[in-house]
């Protein structure tokens, strides 16, 4: 995020970030259900590139989704500085794969890399 709110004196960015997955529901026959998602955002200061397992042991999220459940997207609104930042999609329990769409609206800027 490179702007802040043009509306307010804060210096702060809204932002609503939307995490979908995969649709399920033609698997639900086979006892498949919504796997329980959720997101963290990290804030990843002027590093570029892939970021490590230990970057992400080192540093605590600076937002995430209010809980993890097992609905088919999940939407949350935030305020936060200028910055970069790395949403990270992710199921409840570990090593369960899943497909995500991710959406990000704000009224600032958006550079992705």
Same mark, same amino acid.
């Given at each position: ?19 979908? !997955? ?7 026959? =086979?006892?498949?259900? #919504? *796997?329980?998602?959720?997101? &963290? ?15 992400? !042991? ?7 989704? =209010?809980?993890?459940? #097992? *609905?088919?997207?999940?939407? &949350? ?37």
């Amino acid at each position: 995020l490179t702007d802040s709110d043009p509306y307010d004196e804060d210096e702060l960015c809204t932002v609503i970030i939307a995490v979908m !997955q995969k649709y399920r529901r033609e698997l639900k026959y =086979a006892g498949i259900e #919504n *796997l329980a998602i959720g997101f &963290a955002v990290y804030d990843a200061g002027d590093v570029s590139g892939r970021l490590s397992r230990g970057y992400f !042991q080192s540093h605590k999220s600076c937002a995430r989704s =209010a809980a993890f459940i #097992n *609905l088919r997207e999940v939407t &949350a609104r935030f305020r936060v500085p200028p910055g970069n930042y790395v949403i990270v999609p992710s199921t409840f329990e570990p090593n369960e794969e899943a497909e995500f769409m991710l959406r990000i609206y704000t009224n600032g800027f958006i550079e992705s890399e």
